[in-house]
């Protein structure tokens, strides 16, 4: 026998002999008696209240020509009070009885935090809530808005000691389930989407929302909903571009010191395995915890400065470039090399070429618009916009060829080139006329010989004939002057007159030097093309 009942067994007798010589009547004792119980005994305030009745035999008794009445076989007997149902015959109970009588307002409240018990008794820590989450549709990012649609099951568990009836009903091994009722009677954390644009429970409240209580305490819920969730996507690859899009969950109203999340260690994370996606794939999905920091220029958690525990799970989306290769990269190099057939045609079939350099140009930018319609006006560049700004420059480039060629052709005078190669000819037809004719000038004048190369001749000297002799010379002065003049010709047949034959200038036609810049157009263009595609799939795969 504890302190406690002594105390209460000698306030009844105290009471009994005052209702005996008649001082205070049996309502007032039995109220005084419930009152100082439930005072006396501490936590009955969480238990259950009491009520005390008193019982047994009056009898009347004259003293001193007085009669006083005395309660003789003295019964006192405590009941539950009306208003908090008794858990004893918790076994016999059906699952929405136990659940009433367990979420009664004398003993529950769900506006409280669920107190953390150790070893039976209550710690100050913060609540441990695990979550789970199993994501079935995952609909493609829209790239124009930034987001992504997720439809998905979010599982919160967690202990409620509140809410354990294994005391009460040994035996009773099931668990309570019921749908969004039971989740109504009791407390459950506040957890919402920190990046959600909107989100809402799929289909009817009673068919989406499961709650299970288990004999101990440990509250499951289940939520099946759809939520739209801003991803900030990075489009610097685009159409090659890989996404992180991130899903975090927080604390709504406790923060990290009353209520800490984790994920379950067995599979916190799943997907649907039918679940497929158009125009990204799957490759990867991670988790993480952490906590946030909130101040007063956070209002997510309702102005309330502190830090909340936080919950993320991040998913790693490829973009499938099938449909890109096909609709886009593909048609976009036949309209580039469709342009390049303006090379075959000649220099004077104006309507041709023009309709066909316009024709491909527009036909290209028409379908570089098609795809650029649905990506958001971002300000750095993209690699789409690079492959869009290269082939828009080798079918332009076909055009200005075209008008180049075509105004050559219309040329009337011919055009003196030093040598027959891409170099002179150039140089020739793009240098203007009179500057042109005073380079030549310049040129005969430096290949001609210098004064100082030519022999003189000097008189000879007259040769004198003796009279008498036999054999006269042969030689007159007439001769010797032939004499020289023919070696003063032979030595201009010399080097230097062979220099001066080779440096003669040739000339070509307003015609041949049109022909002649598309045959190298026909090469120079495919090749420089090919070497564009090549820097841009290395760096589209390589960097």
Request: proline share 5%; with cysteine; hydrophobic share 40%.
């Amino acid at each position: 026998m504890n302190k406690y009942s002594i105390v209460i067994i000698l306030l009844i007798c105290f009471l009994g002999w005052t209702v005996a010589v008649g001082s205070i009547n049996v309502n007032t004792v039995t109220g005084v008696l419930a009152s100082t119980i439930n005072s006396t005994i501490p936590g009955r305030e969480n238990i259950e209240k009491l009520r005390v009745a008193l019982s047994g035999t009056v009898n009347s008794v004259p003293v001193n020509e007085s009669t006083y009445s005395i309660l003789t076989d003295l019964n006192v007997t405590r009941s539950a009070d009306e208003t908090c149902p008794s858990l004893d015959d918790a076994a016999q109970l059906t699952q929405t009885q136990l659940i009433n009588r367990l979420t009664a307002s004398c003993r529950y409240d769900r506006l409280e935090r669920p107190n953390v018990m150790e070893n039976g008794s209550i710690v100050d820590a913060p609540l441990d809530v695990f979550v789970r989450v199993y994501i079935y549709v995952l609909q493609n990012l829209d790239s124009s808005d930034l987001q992504f649609k997720m439809h998905g099951l979010v599982q919160l568990r967690y202990k409620d000691p509140r809410l354990a009836f294994d005391e009460y009903a040994p035996n009773r091994k099931q668990s309570i389930l019921g749908e969004s009722k039971l989740r109504e009677l009791i407390w459950v954390p506040h957890i919402f989407l920190a990046n959600e644009h909107d989100s809402s429970v799929l289909g009817t409240s009673e068919k989406d929302i499961l709650t299970s209580i288990n004999p101990d305490g440990t509250v499951i819920t289940s939520s099946r909903i759809q939520a739209t969730l801003y991803c900030w996507m990075k489009l610097q690859k685009f159409p090659f571009d890989e996404q992180y899009c991130p899903t975090v969950l927080e604390s709504w109203m406790y923060n990290a010191t009353e209520l800490r999340l984790y994920w379950e260690d067995n599979a916190p994370l799943t997907f649907d395995p039918k679940m497929h996606l158009t125009e990204y794939a799957l490759e990867n999905a991670w988790t993480n915890e952490t906590i946030i920091n909130a101040d007063l220029n956070d209002l997510r958690h309702g102005a309330f400065a502190g830090n909340y525990s936080s919950l993320s799970f991040t998913v790693h989306l490829v973009r499938e470039v099938g449909y890109y290769v096909m609709d886009y990269f593909l048609p976009s190099i036949m309209i580039v090399a469709i342009s390049w057939v303006s090379f075959w045609l000649q220099a004077d079939q104006t309507p041709a070429r023009t309709t066909l350099g316009c024709t491909t140009l527009l036909s290209f930018i028409t379908l570089a618009s098609s795809q650029e319609n649905n990506l958001p006006k971002v300000s750095y560049i993209k690699v789409s916009e690079v492959w869009f700004l290269g082939c828009t420059f080798f079918i332009f480039g076909s055009l200005v060829e075209f008008a180049f060629v075509n105004t050559i052709w219309r040329r009337k005078n011919s055009v003196e080139v030093k040598k027959v190669k891409s170099k002179y000819i150039l140089k020739s037809t793009l240098t203007p006329r009179m500057k042109r004719h005073k380079m030549i000038d310049n040129e005969r004048q430096q290949a001609r010989p210098p004064c100082d190369r030519f022999l003189s001749v000097d008189t000879p000297s007259p040769i004198i004939i003796t009279v008498g002799d036999e054999t006269p010379n042969k030689f007159t002065s007439s001769d010797s002057i032939a004499t020289i003049t023919s070696s003063v010709d032979d030595n201009f047949s010399d080097p230097d007159n062979k220099r001066t034959e080779n440096h003669s200038w040739s000339t070509m036609t307003p015609h041949e030097v049109s022909l002649w810049i598309d045959r190298k157009a026909r090469f120079l263009f495919p090749v420089a093309f090919i070497i564009f595609n090549a820097f841009y799939w290395t760096f589209v795969y390589c960097l």
